[in-house]
């Protein structure tokens, strides 16, 4: 990428949101913007993207009301998601980061920071999701130390245990979640 389209691009995602810009070897994460919407929409319409997450397909609407949460996230909390940018193209390929939902679940998960990933199935299998976990995590030990993070991971769904692992999360309940059966995982920052 030219210097100068890298600065602007870099102005373009400024921190003027309190949302910081994190860089890793292959990935940047940000803040989204109205032009990540479009393949926003097309990773949610993806039915190997939902199979692990969502009952079922989310409308248009819904998906407008998801993407516009990941901003007031930060606003209300101080903590969010992230869009994943993949560094040498600069095209989106995913959100990573952390959010408040308050679900209906038990045991509640009510007060932490609820992490979660999800990539573009067309760069699946590159390690983006680690990467980016990673390196949300520790942005969030820095600045977020002293916080519970959780996780909701279907057990089917071994690649995201490999990271949740990875990332240091241990297991501490088994539940269902939209009727569905889940294992919650949690960590201390």
């Known amino acids: 990428m030219q210097a100068s389209r890298r600065a602007a691009r870099d102005r373009r995602y400024s921190t003027f949101s309190g949302i910081p810009m994190i860089s890793t070897d292959r990935l940047i994460l940000r803040r989204p913007l109205l032009e990540d919407f479009e393949p926003y929409q097309q990773m949610w319409s993806d039915p190997d993207i939902l199979r692990h997450i969502a009952p079922a397909p989310f409308s248009g609407e819904q998906m407008w009301t998801r993407f516009l949460r990941q901003e007031g996230g930060w606003q209300f909390f101080g903590f ?5 940018e993949e560094r040498s193209s600069g095209r989106f390929v995913g959100q990573v980061g952390f959010q408040e939902l308050r679900r209906e679940i038990s045991p509640a998960l009510t007060g932490t920071m609820e992490t979660g990933w999800t990539i573009a199935p067309e760069v699946q299998g590159r390690g983006y999701a ?45 539940t269902e979640y939209h009727d569905k059966p889940v294992t919650l995982f949690d960590y201390i920052l």
């Open 80 to 84: 969010g998601y992230f869009v994943i």
């Open 130 to 174: 680690s990467e980016a976990a990673q390196a949300a995590f520790g942005w969030a030990r820095e600045h977020r130390a002293g916080r519970r993070v959780t996780a909701i991971v279907s057990p089917a769904n071994l690649a995201s245990i490999r990271i949740v692992e990875k990332l240091g999360m241990r297991p501490f309940a088994q």
